[in-house]
């Protein structure tokens, strides 16, 4: 190994030239270095030095990812071709130093040894039931090739069924809270001369020529990462962002106007936390041809919607239990359960837009309990929930109680009201999400205005906007099953 170390750390220079490296000289150095390392028989990669150590223990993985990578896909080869001599908690800990300290400019050139690398993160965690230490480093790894998280990977659905497969969710939400706005192998990506130049945006070096996004990315892959990244929001209880991420789904470009089996999935979830985030059920976002289809394939749950809308909670709970084997089936169980809670919830908070104060007692009166079909036992009840919405924050209002009267409830008319600090921290939030999309959004005006093969597309579509197929369902997963077919909040109850 000894012999081997000047080749290895032969890029790039150290200590820095004073000059820096021009793109084509850092492209063509950084090339000659990979293919040199390659050339190396993987034997002679694993050999120690003369002092008995690990060449990984030599190397900085953050200054020479090149060697570190390639010398750790050569042991994960030894160990994969059953090599007695391979210490795994060793292999364990480099792997796990490597993907969240690597040099993204280098990595740019390793696509596909970062994304072996990568699965066998989770394989190994799979193996010996530690999942959830494969998501920090997996996760760091995602964010290191592309800070933007705009540019979608198979490793992303990787990550997200990990996260399923262990109930570990707050680790991968830095990757789900980053829109998804180019899938890898479009016509239209970019094409770039040397993806080392730093100016270049994440989709013009993340291409299925580097290896990285993985083979194949299928139509059904993307919409797998929308609906798994929605139901670890479900999870989470963060309504919000799940609905943001199951309308992903539902409004996907769907094929000859079928929607897949997926999109079905993803539109029953859409509908149940609609009801837990505006208390109705909303319009799909976007005009689509496919809406019937989905009225009519998850027809019991539009069913819910209207009754939780507009009907009685005596008539939501028995609609609810007469379709209590549908809702089991879909693993949804858990999310209706919440349906269930909200009903009075929002029975409340819809009392605003006709009183400014009204007593404890007057709701009583006047709201039903969906878990149980009837009222409160008592005011005291009433009260309590009031005042676990305040806290929560879903009702804006303050309890009072005047002298020999009961408790009064007053409604806040302007919402929250927010602090100077909080006020600045909301605008500057505000001002560096709308600075990043700007240039994503010019991007795509581009394509959908002047890109040939994107207006052939639409014309082509238009065309078969008549076509049925199966009622409407079609596509490459009719055999879907999901990650784990169970509810992921049934603990919850």
Not at 24 to 53: H, M, R
Not at 92 to 114: C, H, M, V
Not at 169 to 194: C, F, T
Not at 393 to 400: D, E, F, R
């Amino acid at each position: 190994m000894d012999d081997l170390l000047p080749k290895l750390l032969s890029f790039p220079p150290h200590p820095p030239p004073p000059k820096p490296l021009s793109i084509v000289q850092y492209d063509e150095g950084i090339k000659a270095q990979i293919s040199a390392i390659k050339s190396i028989p993987e034997g002679k990669l694993l050999q120690q030095t003369s002092s008995g150590e690990n060449a990984l223990d030599i190397i900085n993985p953050a200054l020479n990812t090149v060697p570190y990578a390639l010398i750790l896909t050569a042991h994960m080869s030894a160990m994969q071709s059953g090599a007695k001599d391979v210490d795994l908690d060793m292999l364990w800990g480099k792997i796990t130093d490597f993907l969240p300290n690597f040099d993204p400019r280098q990595a740019r050139y390793l696509g596909s040894e970062i994304s072996r690398i990568i699965e066998a993160t989770a394989a190994i965690a799979r193996s010996h039931q530690q999942i959830p230490l494969a998501l920090p480093p997996i996760r760091d790894a995602l964010l290191r090739i592309d800070p933007t998280g705009t540019v979608f990977t198979s490793k992303h659905l990787l990550l997200v069924k990990l996260a399923l497969e262990s109930r570990s969710y707050d680790n991968v939400i830095p990757v789900l809270e980053k829109p998804i706005l180019y899938i890898p192998g479009s016509r239209n990506q970019p094409k770039a001369k040397h993806i080392c130049d730093t100016a270049l945006p994440p989709q013009a070096y993340i291409t299925p020529a580097n290896g990285f996004p993985g083979k194949g990315i299928r139509h059904h892959d993307v919409l797998e990462y929308f609906l798994y990244s929605g139901m670890v929001y479900i999870a989470l209880r963060n309504w919000k962002r799940a609905l943001e991420c199951l309308e992903d789904a539902v409004t996907y470009p769907a094929k000859d106007s079928s929607i897949s089996k997926i999109m079905v999935e993803a539109y029953k979830k859409w509908v149940l936390i609609n009801l837990l985030v505006e208390g109705r059920l909303m319009d799909i976002p976007k005009a689509s041809s496919v809406s019937k289809l989905y009225h009519t394939l998850a027809k019991p749950y539009e069913t819910v919607a209207r009754i939780f809308q507009l009907g009685t909670a005596s008539r939501l709970k028995s609609e609810v239990e007469a379709g209590k084997h549908i809702w089991q089936n879909d693993c949804n169980t858990g999310l209706i359960l919440n349906v269930l809670a909200a009903y009075q919830k929002f029975q409340i908070r819809n009392l605003a837009g006709v009183h400014s104060k009204i007593s404890i007692a007057e709701i009583h009166n006047l709201t039903m309990s969906g878990e149980t079909g009837a009222k409160l036992p008592s005011s005291q009840a009433v009260e309590t929930l009031v005042q676990n919405m305040i806290a929560d924050g879903s009702l804006n209002a303050t309890l009072s109680n005047p002298s020999n009267q009961g408790s009064v409830l007053t409604f806040s008319q302007g919402g929250p009201v927010l602090s100077e600090k909080q006020v600045q921290a909301e605008l500057a939030a505000s001002t560096l999400r709308i600075k990043n999309l700007t240039q994503e959004i010019k991007n795509t005006d581009h394509i959908m205005t002047y890109d040939k093969d994107y207006v052939k597309h639409l014309q082509k579509q238009k065309k078969n906007t008549k076509t049925m197929h199966d009622q409407g369902i079609s596509g490459g997963d009719m055999d879907w099953n999901g990650v784990d077919d169970e509810d992921l909040m049934d603990s919850l109850y």
